[in-house]
């Protein structure tokens, strides 16, 4: 995890996950969700509620064609539960780890599950 409470995190996929809010329960104040899911985000936002939500950057976005998240640096935690998975197609698959090198600071953290 990353050193500092104040060290950006990028959710990747974030869906309905329940790893904001335990973020969120711990401190950390530099939290950024990403799904290529208005409706997903918007449900995890109202389950937050208001003053959670409100501590959160909120990002629509298609990590396989990016328009916002390729801008994004420095980033200490890239957690994806289960985005590249979903991947099947090489260019998919390349796209995002140029865009995990892109954005993920030096000694930054990857932690990535997939199904068997």
């Known amino acids: 995890m990353p050193n500092q409470k104040d060290e950006p995190i990028l ?49 629509v976005d298609d990590i396989t064609r990016p328009e916002h998240i390729q801008d994004l640096r420095n980033i200490a935690l890239w957690h994806d539960r289960a985005v590249l998975h979903f991947l099947l197609e090489e260019n998919e698959q390349r796209m995002y ?11 930054g953290y990857v932690i990535i599950a997939a199904f068997h």
Not at 19 to 36: E, M, P, S, V
Not at 44 to 58: P, Y
């Open 11 to 59: 959710d990747v996929g974030a869906g309905a996950s329940t790893f904001i809010d335990n973020l969120i329960d711990q401190g950390f104040k530099n939290i950024i969700a990403t799904d290529i899911s208005e409706i997903a985000l918007n449900k995890l936002k109202e389950r937050l509620g208001k003053e959670k939500a409100s501590s959160v950057r909120w990002v």
């Open 97 to 107: 780890l140029s865009i995990l090198k892109k954005v993920i600071k030096k000694g």
